[in-house]
């Protein structure tokens, strides 16, 4: 793996050298159960408290608002599912979210749809952003939840959370807000931006992989998730993953403190790359350039398949990812590309990067060079190229 080019962060990132070393000592020597109560579970207890303590403290919250989890799926499931059932319970089953979610929200409220729920799905437009009022004019006296992401994990582009938040307030709605790709690499306070629940995963912000937490503020209710023993304050049952928490811990404090330096640095780097792209004919950026995240490109060029320019890129030692995603096996373009109004045949060819601090001037400069390079030869061989340099079909960007 040397002198590969690492520009794939929003789907997972290196664990920090600060958080490894914190995580250590958790695999051997402070093994105990925090539910024991004798001394060296005790100490457990003790070291996963501290964590609880300073990921609030990261967040702007209160210890007991912070329960752990699996990650960002799990987290967003809880939240979820908490909502709907509460609100069931209130006769209300109705709940709004945006068009492109993560597939953990998506999914979720999929499966409560053939519940008997009813889900509105706002349109983010061309650019990629929902407003509060739209929101608020999808409120119904039936609403349960509205949950929208903080920040979209394949454009980018950052959501008006405060605003949409004092719109459910005023509505007396509970809002959840999956902010995974947002902790850590934008500022979140939970109390200024007024939300009811909020996602994040560690493994997004140099933290390990298969812990996150939920923030879910004191007063607003929360279903037990994982039956079982009473950990998590009797809302998530299962022998805490003590060293992942207090990583975590550890990687949202280093996060949080070099944000301003690291956004700023990743912006010109990030900016630097779309200009330097969006100079290949018949490319166009997918989402806003305003209110993005600090480390996200994601481009769209005509007459080519995603999946062919990742892979010739990995070849060139350059690890990106494509928004047509087949991972899942489906050949569907992505569902948030779509959401933004692109045709299918465009979608196809979409192209994210996504930086961390770790990428240097270089990395950006061997990107500048090889992206036009293999979109360059991509053409030569694409039929649908041809057609439409032969003017056999219609340019659609
Ligand atoms: C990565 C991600 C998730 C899932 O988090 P995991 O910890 O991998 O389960 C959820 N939502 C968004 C926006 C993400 O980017």
């Avoid at 209300?92 to 597939?103: G, M």
């Avoid at 001037?361 to 293999?374: G, H, M, R, T, W």
Wanted: hydrophobic residues 40%; contains cysteine; proline residues 4%.
């Amino acid at each position: 793996m040397d002198k590969m080019i690492y520009a794939d962060n929003a789907a997972t990132t290196a664990m920090s050298e600060r958080a490894a070393k914190a995580m250590l000592p958790y695999l051997t020597q402070i093994f105990g159960n925090p539910s024991s109560l004798h001394t060296v579970g005790q100490i457990a207890k003790e070291e996963l408290e501290k964590a609880r303590a300073s990921v609030a403290r990261s967040l702007g919250c209160e210890p007991r608002e912070i329960y752990f989890t699996s990650g960002g799926s799990e987290a967003d499931n809880q939240a979820i599912r908490s909502a709907a059932e509460t609100g069931a319970g209130k006769g209300k089953k109705h709940i709004i979210t945006t068009a492109f979610e993560h597939h953990a929200v998506l999914h979720t409220l999929k499966k409560l749809e053939k519940e008997g729920f009813e889900v509105t799905y706002l349109p983010v437009g061309s650019y990629g952003y929902v407003t509060a009022e739209q929101v608020k004019q999808a409120i119904r006296p039936s609403t349960a939840l509205v949950t929208v992401m903080y920040a979209n994990n394949e454009v980018g582009t950052i959501q008006p959370i405060a605003e949409i938040a004092e719109v459910c307030r005023a509505a007396g709605v509970t809002f959840h807000t999956d902010a995974v790709q947002a902790v850590g690499h934008i500022p979140v306070d939970v109390k200024a931006a007024g939300v009811d629940m909020l996602s994040l995963s560690a493994h997004k912000f140099h933290g390990p992989k298969g812990i996150g937490a939920l923030y879910c503020r004191r007063g607003v209710p929360l279903r037990t998730f994982i039956e079982g023993g009473a950990q998590e304050r009797g809302k998530r049952a299962g022998t805490e993953n003590v060293g992942a928490a207090v990583a975590m811990a550890v990687a949202l404090e280093d996060a949080v403190s070099g944000l301003t330096e690291n956004a700023a640095k990743l912006v010109k780097m990030r900016d630097r790359i779309i200009d330097g792209l969006l100079k290949i004919p018949h490319s166009r950026l997918n989402g806003g350039r305003e209110n993005r995240l600090p480390g996200n490109v994601n481009m769209c060029f005509e007459g080519i398949e995603g999946e062919s320019l990742l892979l010739l890129l990995n070849e060139k030692g350059i690890c990106a990812s494509s928004g047509s995603a087949c991972t899942s096996g489906s050949l569907d373009p992505s569902h948030v590309l779509l959401a933004l109004g692109l045709p299918h045949e465009v979608a196809h060819g979409s192209l994210r990067l996504s930086f961390s601090e770790s990428n240097t001037e270089e990395d950006a400069d061997a990107i500048l060079k090889a992206v036009p390079e293999v979109v360059e030869y991509l053409r030569s061989i694409s039929p649908v190229w041809d057609d439409l340099v032969k003017g056999r079909r219609k340019h659609l960007i």
